[in-house]
Structures are given as structure tokens and as C-alpha cells.
């Protein structure tokens, strides 16, 4: 039989998660921090006790974690809108694809307390954060370097200014001039 007539066959959503979670050796408990579920419902959603989650939010979790699009579970359900386009996430989806890090790896490098923040990052729920402190953070788990750890905030902060009504075309002045004393300042801390 041709490829071309071979017929698709949908895997169930639990045996894909269940085959995730052994081919990657990722204990259950993990993963149920990583989407923020309890392990009983990572247990029941893997023995099928449960019908496996049609809620967006978590279907997003699980696809994110996994490197996979959400319409790949079944049960997924197109959401209306189309997820905007982030530059900010790009950019560290990017340096995470160029440091050959899985979504599930760059996510290891992390204290289990900080995933699942991460993971709505990742998935576009939650803007990436603005605490320099935080961003550097990432930056150390990419080796990213200064510049461009510069680069992300500068973008952030001014994505961030933005939403909250500052035209920064208008204000382009201080804006320069509030980036110029900001890096000015971080290039002594790093002295």
C-alpha cells in the first residue's frame, strides 16, 4: 500500500501524552507542575478514567510541553481569534531552537516553580517577563549574550510602555534616553 493511500490514524490523546512522558523520561509529577494539574488528573487523563481535557488552557499546556501543535489532540478546538504575533516570544523561541533545547528541555533548566509561567509564555498567554532580573535569568539558561539580553528588554519594556498608552514614536526622546542610562547602568553591575 503507497503512502498515498495509507489511511491517517488518529493516536489517542493519552497514549500520545503517555508515549511523551516514557520516551522522555518525565515523571508524571513533573509534568503535572508543568501544566498546572494535579497528578491524580495526569494519572486519570493517562488511564483514561477521565475523557481527556477538552479545555483550551490545558490542551495548549500539554502541546507547548510537548513541541506540538494543540490540533494535534482531537479534542482541541480552534480558538476564534488567531494568536498575535509576538516579537518578544519569537525571539526566545528562536535562541531556545538555536541552543537545540526542546521545549521540555529549556524547560528542565528551570525550577519546577517557574514552569508552568513558562509554559504560558511559550504558548503566548502570558507576555514574557519585564523584571530585567527574571529576563536575565533566561538569558543565563541560553547563553545568550549581554547585547542581546539587552536587545529583549529594550524590546519588552518598550512593548510593555506601549500597552499602557506611551506613544513611543511621539516620546522617542526620552525613551532613547531612558535605554541609553539602563544600559549604561547594567554594563556596571556587570563590571
Known sequence: MSMKNKPIINEKSSYKVARFLEKN?????DFAQMIGVTLSYVYNLIDEAIPFSSRTTTLERIATVMDICPEDFIEYQIPQDPPVYNENLEFLKDFIKAKNLSTLDFLRLFERKKRLHL???????KPLQIDYCELKNIAKVLDMSNEDLFKLYKSRLKEFLQEGGFNVEKNKGLFDAMMYA??????ELDK
Open 25 to 29: 523520561n518525565l515523571h508524571k509529577k
Open 119 to 125: 509554559v504560558d509564555v511559550l504558548r503566548g498567554a
Open 182 to 187: 539602563a544600559q549604561k547602568h547594567l554594563a
